[in-house]
């Protein structure tokens, strides 16, 4: 399946890079990179370096807006680490970015498969939004589209009630849904073509512990010591698997934040969840719903409303996702990545 990912590749968007190049069903056509977790120059500088490192040099990557459609561009390093992937370093690369934008490479992908192309987006939405006012018809041209982004009948953690990808370009994903919602309106997609929303509320229950990433080091026959709390800020991983190190360092900074936010020496893998339910939409619960980006509140700018009982209505724009069984989603997320590792290990 050819799939174009629209990343801020930041930690949980590279692991979720990972998981596609690992993916023996998917064909990662192409990336886009928009800033969000960091700018755009150091996320296109991420995704070059990550492709090197998995030996997927071939995939086309290009470079976003400098910033969202009329919000100020706000960025992450608290979060993801000042380059965006935590303690990890990348290799050095001699390779280039394409010599047309993001907006340009998404309308370029799906002239060239229509009606095939999964577009999935673990950013703002500031590029696809962009993509859509050169080419209204991208909707009808994409098989299925799947965002990480919003936050459903539950908290923020941008504000109190708006999700990072969502709060960074709020203008961007409303365009977004109101161009889908249009589309279903004119009866020029079917109902399988409307986003497939991977909010907080979902994402939040894929919680990577160090005991689940070990168990992902040995899928790959790396050894490695086991990742602790208790470890000082900062310990490298010495896993003699460069992809597992890689990882490693990056998801111990990711770690880091999670524990200073209260929430436990873990990381919610939102990005990996959407790369699978690319391939795999039955991984998830969804319910269609009229969703709507709030833009001028002043407590919920940003904020993502589904109207589950069509009281606006209007036509349902987007499956919005409601559940899922994290054990399922770990166990293809391993059985994928692990031997992956492996075999980029063997071929070094
Ligand atoms: O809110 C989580 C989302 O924001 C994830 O995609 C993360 O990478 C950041 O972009
Ligand atoms: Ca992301």
Redesign the pocket.
């Known amino acids: 399946m050819p799939v174009f990912a629209d ?2 590749t ?4 590279a692991m979720a890079l990972v998981y596609l190049l690992a993916s023996s069903d998917a064909n990662l056509v192409g990336i886009a990179s928009t800033g ?2 960091v700018d755009v120059d150091q996320v296109c500088r991420n995704n070059l370096g990550l492709l090197e490192l998995c030996g997927a040099t071939a995939i086309p990557v290009s470079r976003g807006a400098d910033q969202p459609l009329s919000a100020a561009m706000r960025t ?1 390093e608290d ?2 680490g000042p380059a965006g992937l935590g303690y990890a370093e990348l290799p050095l690369h001699q390779r280039e970015l394409t010599g047309y934008d993001s907006a340009e490479a998404w309308v370029r992908a799906a002239h060239a498969m229509p009606g095939e192309l999964i577009g999935l987006v ?3 939405l500031t590029n696809l939004a962009l993509a859509v006012r050169d080419e209204p018809n991208l909707p009808s041209l994409l098989r299925r589209l799947v965002i ?2 919003g936050s459903f009948d539950y908290r923020g ?2 504000t109190p009630v708006s ?3 969502i709060s ?1 370009d709020p203008e961007a994903a409303a365009e977004v849904f109101d161009a889908w919602g249009r589309a279903a309106d004119a009866k020029v997609i079917q109902q399988h073509q409307l986003p497939i929303v991977c909010g ?1 509320n979902l ?1 939040e229950n894929i919680m990577l512990t160090p005991t689940l990433l070990s168990r992902l080091a040995a899928a790959s026959g790396a050894t490695t010591t086991a990742m602790s709390v208790l470890d000082s800020r900062g310990t490298r991983s010495t896993a003699d698997n460069t992809l597992i190190r890689t990882l490693e360092d990056a998801m111990r900074f990711y770690f880091e934040f999670h524990f200073d936010q209260g929430e436990g020496f873990l990381a ?1 893998l ?2 990996p969840l ?1 790369a699978a339910v690319a391939l795999d939409p039955s991984l998830v619960q969804t319910r269609a719903a009229t969703v709507d980006v709030e833009l001028t509140g002043t407590l919920t700018r940003g904020m993502t409303i589904a109207d589950w009982s069509h009281r606006w209505g209007r036509e349902s724009n987007a499956h919005v996702g409601v559940g899922v069984d994290p054990a399922a989603f770990f166990d293809r997320f391993i059985e994928r990545v692990g031997p992956f590792a492996r075999r980029l290990q063997a071929d070094r």
């Open positions: 990343v801020d930041g930690v949980d968007d969000g977790n992450a979060t993801h673990t950013g703002p990480m982004g953690n941008t999700e990072w990808n960074v907080l994402t919610h939102h990005d959407a």
